[in-house]
Protein backbone atom coordinates (compact mmCIF):
# COMPACT_ATOMS: atom_id res chain seq x y z
CA UNK A 1 0.00 0.00 0.00
CA UNK A 2 1.55 3.15 -1.22
CA UNK A 3 1.84 6.22 1.50
CA UNK A 4 -0.80 8.53 -0.21
CA UNK A 5 -3.45 5.70 -0.14
CA UNK A 6 -3.12 5.18 3.33
CA UNK A 7 -2.87 8.96 3.94
CA UNK A 8 -6.16 9.15 2.26
CA UNK A 9 -7.79 7.13 4.58
CA UNK A 10 -7.21 10.05 7.36
CA UNK A 11 -6.66 13.16 5.38
CA UNK A 12 -9.03 14.84 2.98
CA UNK A 13 -7.49 13.76 -0.38
CA UNK A 14 -4.53 12.44 1.16
CA UNK A 15 -2.70 15.81 2.08
CA UNK A 16 -2.71 19.06 3.98
CA UNK A 17 -2.84 22.02 1.62
CA UNK A 18 -4.46 20.86 -1.90
CA UNK A 19 -1.86 21.70 -4.46
CA UNK A 20 0.49 18.94 -2.58
CA UNK A 21 -2.32 16.74 -3.70
CA UNK A 22 -1.01 16.39 -7.62
CA UNK A 23 -4.08 16.82 -9.39
CA UNK A 24 -2.81 20.01 -11.43
CA UNK A 25 0.12 17.81 -13.01
CA UNK A 26 -1.79 13.96 -12.55
CA UNK A 27 -0.27 11.09 -10.83
CA UNK A 28 0.87 10.71 -6.81
CA UNK A 29 2.17 12.70 -4.96
CA UNK A 30 5.56 12.18 -3.57
CA UNK A 31 6.07 12.14 -0.06
CA UNK A 32 9.30 13.64 1.11
CA UNK A 33 11.24 12.07 3.87
CA UNK A 34 14.71 14.29 4.15
CA UNK A 35 16.35 17.49 2.62
CA UNK A 36 19.77 18.96 2.93
CA UNK A 37 20.77 21.73 0.62
CA UNK A 38 19.72 22.03 -2.61
CA UNK A 39 18.15 18.22 -2.76
CA UNK A 40 15.54 16.49 -1.48
CA UNK A 41 15.18 12.48 -0.85
CA UNK A 42 11.43 11.38 -1.41
CA UNK A 43 10.48 8.59 1.62
CA UNK A 44 11.19 5.70 -1.35
CA UNK A 45 14.70 6.78 -1.72
CA UNK A 46 15.02 8.80 -4.73
CA UNK A 47 16.71 12.21 -4.92
CA UNK A 48 15.74 15.63 -6.39
CA UNK A 49 17.33 19.18 -7.10
CA UNK A 50 14.59 21.35 -5.35
CA UNK A 51 13.11 24.18 -7.13
CA UNK A 52 9.70 24.34 -4.55
CA UNK A 53 11.55 24.85 -1.12
CA UNK A 54 9.04 24.49 0.82
CA UNK A 55 7.23 27.21 -1.62
CA UNK A 56 9.94 29.72 -0.72
CA UNK A 57 10.98 29.71 2.93
CA UNK A 58 14.48 27.63 2.17
CA UNK A 59 15.73 30.53 0.40
CA UNK A 60 19.69 29.51 2.13
CA UNK A 61 19.10 25.80 1.17
CA UNK A 62 17.33 22.65 3.29
CA UNK A 63 18.66 22.40 6.89
CA UNK A 64 20.99 24.88 7.03
CA UNK A 65 23.35 24.57 9.79
CA UNK A 66 22.81 27.79 11.32
CA UNK A 67 19.06 27.55 11.54
CA UNK A 68 18.69 23.69 12.80
CA UNK A 69 21.84 24.35 15.10
CA UNK A 70 19.83 27.75 16.25
CA UNK A 71 16.31 25.81 16.69
CA UNK A 72 18.32 22.94 18.92
CA UNK A 73 19.59 25.22 21.25
CA UNK A 74 16.31 27.27 20.98
CA UNK A 75 13.94 24.34 21.79
CA UNK A 76 16.12 22.75 24.66
CA UNK A 77 14.63 25.46 27.11
CA UNK A 78 11.24 24.97 26.12
CA UNK A 79 8.73 25.04 22.97
CA UNK A 80 6.36 27.41 23.64
CA UNK A 81 5.18 30.02 26.66
CA UNK A 82 1.99 31.82 25.76
CA UNK A 83 4.20 34.63 27.36
CA UNK A 84 6.40 37.43 25.75
CA UNK A 85 9.99 36.55 25.19
CA UNK A 86 13.21 38.33 24.26
CA UNK A 87 13.78 37.21 20.49
CA UNK A 88 10.34 38.29 19.61
CA UNK A 89 11.95 41.64 20.32
CA UNK A 90 15.01 40.79 18.51
CA UNK A 91 12.95 39.55 15.21
CA UNK A 92 10.62 42.61 15.01
CA UNK A 93 13.47 45.04 15.20
CA UNK A 94 15.40 43.02 12.12
CA UNK A 95 12.27 43.24 10.56
CA UNK A 96 12.10 46.76 10.94
CA UNK A 97 15.21 47.35 10.19
CA UNK A 98 15.32 45.95 6.83
CA UNK A 99 11.81 46.42 5.85
CA UNK A 100 11.17 49.98 4.63
CA UNK A 101 7.62 50.83 5.12
CA UNK A 102 7.66 48.82 8.75
CA UNK A 103 7.22 50.58 11.86
CA UNK A 104 5.44 48.43 14.10
CA UNK A 105 5.07 44.64 13.41
CA UNK A 106 2.96 41.86 14.76
CA UNK A 107 3.71 38.59 14.85
CA UNK A 108 1.24 35.42 14.13
CA UNK A 109 1.12 31.84 12.88
CA UNK A 110 0.78 31.67 8.93
CA UNK A 111 0.85 33.99 5.77
CA UNK A 112 -2.74 33.26 5.94
CA UNK A 113 -3.36 34.76 9.27
CA UNK A 114 -0.85 37.99 8.50
CA UNK A 115 -3.21 38.88 5.36
CA UNK A 116 -6.37 37.96 7.02
CA UNK A 117 -5.39 40.27 10.37
CA UNK A 118 -3.51 43.30 8.23
CA UNK A 119 -7.57 43.52 6.16
CA UNK A 120 -9.45 43.45 9.46
CA UNK A 121 -7.19 46.62 10.41
CA UNK A 122 -7.11 48.03 7.16
CA UNK A 123 -11.34 48.21 7.82
CA UNK A 124 -10.84 49.09 11.08
CA UNK A 125 -8.56 51.81 10.29
CA UNK A 126 -10.41 53.82 7.69
CA UNK A 127 -14.09 52.29 9.08
CA UNK A 128 -14.71 51.56 5.44
CA UNK A 129 -15.56 47.93 4.03
CA UNK A 130 -14.48 47.36 0.88
CA UNK A 131 -11.63 45.78 -0.53
CA UNK A 132 -10.14 45.93 -3.67
CA UNK A 133 -7.51 42.41 -4.94
CA UNK A 134 -6.65 41.26 -8.10
CA UNK A 135 -7.23 38.43 -10.42
CA UNK A 136 -4.59 35.86 -10.01
CA UNK A 137 -3.13 36.74 -6.61
CA UNK A 138 -3.38 34.61 -3.24
CA UNK A 139 -3.39 35.98 -0.27
CA UNK A 140 -4.53 32.73 1.85
CA UNK A 141 -7.47 31.26 2.38
CA UNK A 142 -9.81 33.98 4.53
CA UNK A 143 -13.26 34.73 3.59
CA UNK A 144 -13.07 38.05 2.55
CA UNK A 145 -9.97 37.11 -0.06
CA UNK A 146 -11.88 33.64 -1.41
CA UNK A 147 -13.95 35.99 -4.26
CA UNK A 148 -13.87 35.95 -7.95
CA UNK A 149 -15.88 39.24 -9.38
CA UNK A 150 -18.56 39.03 -11.74
CA UNK A 151 -18.61 39.84 -15.46
CA UNK A 152 -18.41 43.33 -14.63
CA UNK A 153 -15.59 45.40 -13.42
CA UNK A 154 -17.55 46.55 -10.90
CA UNK A 155 -19.93 43.82 -10.63
CA UNK A 156 -20.43 42.21 -6.65
CA UNK A 157 -17.99 39.71 -6.37
CA UNK A 158 -19.05 35.82 -5.69
CA UNK A 159 -17.56 33.13 -3.36
CA UNK A 160 -15.19 31.08 -5.41
CA UNK A 161 -15.61 28.34 -2.41
CA UNK A 162 -18.40 27.56 -0.36
CA UNK A 163 -18.95 28.30 3.10
CA UNK A 164 -17.83 32.09 2.20
CA UNK A 165 -21.68 33.84 2.86
CA UNK A 166 -22.21 36.06 -0.14
CA UNK A 167 -22.79 38.96 1.58
CA UNK A 168 -19.35 39.29 2.61
CA UNK A 169 -17.98 38.50 -1.27
CA UNK A 170 -19.96 41.66 -2.08
CA UNK A 171 -17.22 43.92 -0.54
CA UNK A 172 -14.56 42.60 -2.35
CA UNK A 173 -14.01 44.05 -5.56
CA UNK A 174 -11.31 41.90 -7.95
CA UNK A 175 -9.61 43.55 -10.36
CA UNK A 176 -6.86 42.64 -13.87
CA UNK A 177 -3.26 42.52 -12.49
CA UNK A 178 -1.16 44.84 -14.34
CA UNK A 179 -4.48 47.02 -15.41
CA UNK A 180 -3.48 50.60 -14.07
CA UNK A 181 -6.55 51.70 -15.84
CA UNK A 182 -8.86 49.62 -14.47
CA UNK A 183 -7.56 50.57 -10.85
CA UNK A 184 -8.07 54.41 -11.53
CA UNK A 185 -11.40 53.96 -12.91
CA UNK A 186 -12.74 51.58 -9.90
CA UNK A 187 -11.42 54.53 -7.69
CA UNK A 188 -13.17 57.09 -9.48
CA UNK A 189 -16.33 55.52 -9.16
CA UNK A 190 -16.11 53.82 -5.53
CA UNK A 191 -12.87 55.12 -3.99
CA UNK A 192 -14.38 57.06 -1.02
CA UNK A 193 -15.80 52.95 0.23
CA UNK A 194 -12.39 51.73 -0.45
CA UNK A 195 -10.75 50.21 2.62
CA UNK A 196 -7.86 48.52 0.93
CA UNK A 197 -6.02 47.26 -2.13
CA UNK A 198 -4.01 44.47 -1.06
CA UNK A 199 -2.17 42.46 -4.10
CA UNK A 200 1.37 40.82 -4.76
CA UNK A 201 3.73 42.86 -5.96
CA UNK A 202 5.22 39.99 -7.72
CA UNK A 203 2.61 37.56 -8.29
CA UNK A 204 3.76 34.06 -7.54
CA UNK A 205 0.04 32.05 -7.61
CA UNK A 206 -0.49 32.34 -10.80
CA UNK A 207 3.07 31.78 -11.75
CA UNK A 208 5.65 34.29 -11.13
CA UNK A 209 4.12 37.60 -13.11
CA UNK A 210 6.31 41.21 -11.90
CA UNK A 211 4.18 44.20 -12.10
CA UNK A 212 4.75 46.05 -15.50
CA UNK A 213 6.07 49.44 -15.06
CA UNK A 214 3.04 52.13 -13.62
CA UNK A 215 1.21 49.63 -11.81
CA UNK A 216 2.43 49.72 -8.51
CA UNK A 217 2.90 53.36 -8.70
CA UNK A 218 -0.86 53.75 -9.80
CA UNK A 219 -1.58 51.48 -6.78
CA UNK A 220 0.17 53.66 -4.37
CA UNK A 221 -1.58 57.31 -6.13
CA UNK A 222 -4.63 56.07 -5.64
CA UNK A 223 -4.51 54.86 -2.19
CA UNK A 224 -3.01 57.86 -0.95
CA UNK A 225 -5.56 60.11 -2.99
CA UNK A 226 -8.98 58.11 -1.32
CA UNK A 227 -7.59 57.50 1.51
CA UNK A 228 -6.92 53.85 1.09
CA UNK A 229 -4.75 51.62 2.81
CA UNK A 230 -2.06 49.68 0.45
CA UNK A 231 -0.98 46.51 1.52
CA UNK A 232 1.84 44.72 0.04
CA UNK A 233 1.37 41.11 0.32
CA UNK A 234 4.83 39.43 0.68
CA UNK A 235 4.78 36.51 2.18
CA UNK A 236 6.69 35.27 -1.16
CA UNK A 237 8.54 38.35 -2.48
CA UNK A 238 9.54 39.38 1.51
CA UNK A 239 13.95 39.07 1.92
CA UNK A 240 13.80 37.30 -1.83
CA UNK A 241 13.39 39.53 -4.33
CA UNK A 242 15.44 42.08 -2.40
CA UNK A 243 16.59 42.54 1.17
CA UNK A 244 13.58 45.01 2.00
CA UNK A 245 11.50 42.86 -0.36
CA UNK A 246 9.52 43.97 -3.33
CA UNK A 247 8.45 47.65 -1.85
CA UNK A 248 12.49 48.35 -1.93
CA UNK A 249 13.14 46.68 -5.24
CA UNK A 250 10.33 49.05 -6.95
CA UNK A 251 10.74 51.91 -4.58
CA UNK A 252 6.74 52.15 -3.68
CA UNK A 253 5.84 52.30 0.23
CA UNK A 254 2.84 50.65 1.64
CA UNK A 255 0.82 51.39 4.28
CA UNK A 256 0.98 47.78 5.61
CA UNK A 257 2.98 44.93 4.43
CA UNK A 258 2.34 40.84 5.21
CA UNK A 259 5.11 38.39 5.44
CA UNK A 260 5.39 34.89 6.14
CA UNK A 261 7.52 31.67 4.54
CA UNK A 262 11.98 33.26 4.90
CA UNK A 263 10.36 35.53 8.44
CA UNK A 264 10.29 31.13 9.99
CA UNK A 265 12.66 30.00 8.41
CA UNK A 266 11.07 26.81 7.85
CA UNK A 267 8.80 27.37 10.78
CA UNK A 268 5.16 28.21 10.63
CA UNK A 269 5.37 32.11 10.58
CA UNK A 270 3.59 35.19 9.75
CA UNK A 271 3.95 38.94 10.04
CA UNK A 272 2.12 41.78 9.25
CA UNK A 273 3.68 45.30 9.94
CA UNK A 274 3.46 48.68 8.53
CA UNK A 275 2.49 52.74 9.25
CA UNK A 276 2.81 53.41 13.32
CA UNK A 277 -0.51 54.97 13.36
CA UNK A 278 -2.43 52.12 11.64
CA UNK A 279 -0.73 49.49 13.80
CA UNK A 280 -1.39 51.53 17.06
CA UNK A 281 -4.88 50.53 16.13
CA UNK A 282 -4.12 47.09 16.95
CA UNK A 283 -5.34 45.30 20.50
CA UNK A 284 -4.00 45.92 23.28
CA UNK A 285 -3.08 49.45 21.90
CA UNK A 286 -6.25 50.01 20.12
CA UNK A 287 -9.67 48.50 19.14
CA UNK A 288 -8.72 46.38 16.43
CA UNK A 289 -8.54 42.71 18.18
CA UNK A 290 -6.01 39.98 16.94
CA UNK A 291 -4.35 37.68 19.04
CA UNK A 292 -2.77 33.96 18.97
CA UNK A 293 -1.45 31.53 21.57
CA UNK A 294 1.65 30.66 19.82
CA UNK A 295 2.27 34.03 17.93
CA UNK A 296 6.12 34.81 18.40
CA UNK A 297 7.14 31.62 19.05
CA UNK A 298 10.59 30.97 20.59
CA UNK A 299 11.37 27.88 18.10
CA UNK A 300 9.95 29.78 14.82
CA UNK A 301 11.34 33.24 16.07
CA UNK A 302 14.94 31.44 16.23
CA UNK A 303 14.62 29.71 12.65
CA UNK A 304 13.17 32.71 11.51
CA UNK A 305 16.14 35.18 12.94
CA UNK A 306 19.03 33.04 11.71
CA UNK A 307 17.74 33.04 7.65
CA UNK A 308 17.18 36.59 8.22
CA UNK A 309 20.83 36.96 9.06
CA UNK A 310 21.77 35.33 5.94
CA UNK A 311 19.89 36.73 3.87
CA UNK A 312 21.40 39.53 5.07
CA UNK A 313 24.72 38.81 4.37
CA UNK A 314 26.75 40.99 1.19
CA UNK A 315 25.96 40.21 -2.41
CA UNK A 316 23.58 37.43 -1.50
CA UNK A 317 20.88 38.66 -3.48
CA UNK A 318 23.42 39.68 -6.14
CA UNK A 319 24.55 36.09 -6.27
CA UNK A 320 21.10 34.82 -5.80
CA UNK A 321 20.07 36.83 -9.04
CA UNK A 322 23.06 35.48 -10.85
CA UNK A 323 21.86 31.87 -10.39
CA UNK A 324 18.29 32.38 -11.13
CA UNK A 325 19.44 34.41 -14.61
CA UNK A 326 21.53 31.73 -15.18
CA UNK A 327 18.98 28.52 -14.30
CA UNK A 328 16.02 30.63 -16.57
CA UNK A 329 17.85 31.44 -19.63
CA UNK A 330 19.61 28.17 -20.11
CA UNK A 331 16.00 26.63 -19.58
CA UNK A 332 14.86 29.15 -22.60
CA UNK A 333 17.57 28.59 -24.61
CA UNK A 334 17.07 24.74 -24.26
CA UNK A 335 13.38 25.07 -25.28
CA UNK A 336 14.28 27.26 -28.21
CA UNK A 337 16.31 24.53 -29.64
CA UNK A 338 13.70 21.58 -29.23
CA UNK A 339 11.50 24.56 -30.97
CA UNK A 340 9.04 24.13 -27.65
CA UNK A 341 7.78 28.18 -27.23
CA UNK A 342 8.50 28.82 -24.06
CA UNK A 343 7.99 32.41 -22.32
CA UNK A 344 9.67 32.94 -18.52
CA UNK A 345 9.43 35.29 -15.70
CA UNK A 346 12.35 35.56 -13.11
CA UNK A 347 12.72 38.18 -10.42
CA UNK A 348 15.84 37.46 -7.93
CA UNK A 349 15.00 33.86 -6.61
CA UNK A 350 11.52 33.91 -8.21
CA UNK A 351 11.27 31.98 -11.71
CA UNK A 352 8.28 31.05 -14.16
CA UNK A 353 7.81 29.42 -17.19
CA UNK A 354 4.55 29.43 -19.08
CA UNK A 355 4.24 27.00 -22.32
CA UNK A 356 2.93 29.54 -24.69
CA UNK A 357 3.77 31.30 -28.45
CA UNK A 358 3.22 34.78 -26.70
CA UNK A 359 6.61 36.87 -26.10
CA UNK A 360 5.70 37.87 -22.33
CA UNK A 361 3.18 36.78 -20.05
CA UNK A 362 2.05 39.79 -17.56
CA UNK A 363 -1.49 38.65 -16.33
CA UNK A 364 -3.93 36.12 -15.13
CA UNK A 365 -5.48 35.49 -18.55
CA UNK A 366 -2.48 35.23 -20.70
CA UNK A 367 -0.91 33.03 -17.77
CA UNK A 368 -4.64 31.05 -18.20
CA UNK A 369 -4.29 30.62 -21.65
CA UNK A 370 -0.75 28.64 -21.78
CA UNK A 371 -0.30 25.07 -22.72
CA UNK A 372 -1.43 23.23 -19.17
CA UNK A 373 -1.11 19.78 -20.80
CA UNK A 374 2.01 20.69 -22.05
CA UNK A 375 3.51 21.82 -18.34
CA UNK A 376 2.13 18.41 -17.26
CA UNK A 377 4.29 16.25 -19.54
CA UNK A 378 7.79 18.62 -18.57
CA UNK A 379 6.63 18.15 -15.09
CA UNK A 380 6.89 14.34 -14.91
CA UNK A 381 9.81 14.37 -17.51
CA UNK A 382 11.54 16.85 -15.33
CA UNK A 383 10.65 14.12 -11.72
CA UNK A 384 12.21 11.07 -13.85
CA UNK A 385 15.39 13.55 -14.24
CA UNK A 386 15.54 14.06 -10.52
CA UNK A 387 13.92 17.43 -10.66
CA UNK A 388 11.26 18.84 -8.21
CA UNK A 389 9.17 21.66 -9.65
CA UNK A 390 5.88 23.17 -8.24
CA UNK A 391 3.56 20.72 -8.95
CA UNK A 392 1.09 23.02 -10.63
CA UNK A 393 1.24 25.48 -14.02
CA UNK A 394 0.62 28.12 -11.41
CA UNK A 395 2.67 28.31 -8.89
CA UNK A 396 6.15 30.09 -9.04
CA UNK A 397 9.57 28.31 -8.81
CA UNK A 398 12.22 29.09 -5.84
CA UNK A 399 16.09 29.28 -6.41
CA UNK A 400 18.29 28.72 -3.35
CA UNK A 401 21.94 29.66 -2.16
CA UNK A 402 22.91 26.01 -2.24
CA UNK A 403 22.06 25.60 -5.58
CA UNK A 404 24.99 25.05 -7.01
CA UNK A 405 26.78 25.75 -10.83
CA UNK A 406 26.43 22.27 -11.00
CA UNK A 407 22.68 21.74 -9.93
CA UNK A 408 22.19 24.61 -12.53
CA UNK A 409 23.55 22.71 -15.72
CA UNK A 410 21.97 19.56 -14.54
CA UNK A 411 18.58 21.06 -14.30
CA UNK A 412 18.92 22.98 -17.85
CA UNK A 413 20.62 19.51 -19.26
CA UNK A 414 17.58 17.73 -18.11
CA UNK A 415 14.96 20.38 -19.49
CA UNK A 416 17.04 19.80 -22.94
CA UNK A 417 16.05 15.94 -22.85
CA UNK A 418 12.34 16.48 -21.56
CA UNK A 419 12.07 19.43 -24.25
CA UNK A 420 13.06 16.62 -27.05
CA UNK A 421 10.22 14.66 -25.69
CA UNK A 422 7.33 16.62 -25.32
Not at 261 to 286: H, N, S, T, W, Y
Request: charged content about 20%; aromatic content about 8%; hydrophobic content about 45%.
Amino acid sequence: MSLFTEACKYIPGGVNSPVRAFRGVGGEPIFFARAKGSRAWAADGREFIDYVGSWGPMILGHAHPDVIRTVQQTAEHGLSFGAPTEIETVVARRIVELVPSIELVRMCSSGTEATMSAIRLARGFTGRNKIIKFEGCYHGHSDSLLVKAGSGMLTLGVPTSPGVPPELAAHTITLAYNDASQVRAAFAEIGQQVACVIVEPVAGNMNCIPPVPGFLEALREECTRHGAVLIFDEVMTGFRVALGGAQQRYGIKPDLTTLGKIVGGGMPVGAFGGRRDIMEQIAPLGPVYQAGTLSGNPVAMAAGLATLEGVAAPDFHARLAAATDRLVLGIKDAAARAGVPLATNHVCGMFGLFFTSAPHVHSYAEATACDVERFKRFFHGMLAEGVYLAPSAFEAGFVSAAHTDADIDATIAAADRVFRRI
